[in-house]
């Protein structure tokens, strides 16, 4: 609830898991597909990038769409929660924008 609204989180839990793909996952890196929107969270670099209306939108005050929580949804819950933790606690650091 740091990082969205209910709404986007009941509309998150409706994305079948055939149209979430995890394409990359590493300790510095993780790429994946939500139906046709890319995303990418750079453990490294501190970003996350993501290529929906909404996210350019919520992003600018560091707020996840629906795909960006689906995809959370979608790792190891204790990996979801090591990674939630690090942004949130490091969210000055962080950089939300629009992939390209």
Do not use: G
Not at 39 to 57: F, G, S, Y
Not at 64 to 88: G, M, S
């Amino acid at each position: 609830m740091k990082f969205t609204d209910e709404a986007r989180i009941e509309r998150a839990k409706t994305i079948e898991d055939k149209d979430v793909q995890i394409l990359e996952r590493s300790e510095a890196r993780i790429a994946s597909k939500v139906r046709d929107y890319q995303l990418v969270v750079d453990l490294n670099r501190r970003v996350i990038a993501h290529d929906c209306p909404d996210w350019a939108r919520q992003s600018q005050a560091k707020r996840f769409c629906k795909h960006v929580a689906r995809v959370f949804f979608a790792l190891q819950r204790d990996k979801a929660t090591e990674i939630l933790r690090r942004i949130l606690k490091e969210s000055k650091e962080w950089e939300f924008k629009a992939l390209r």
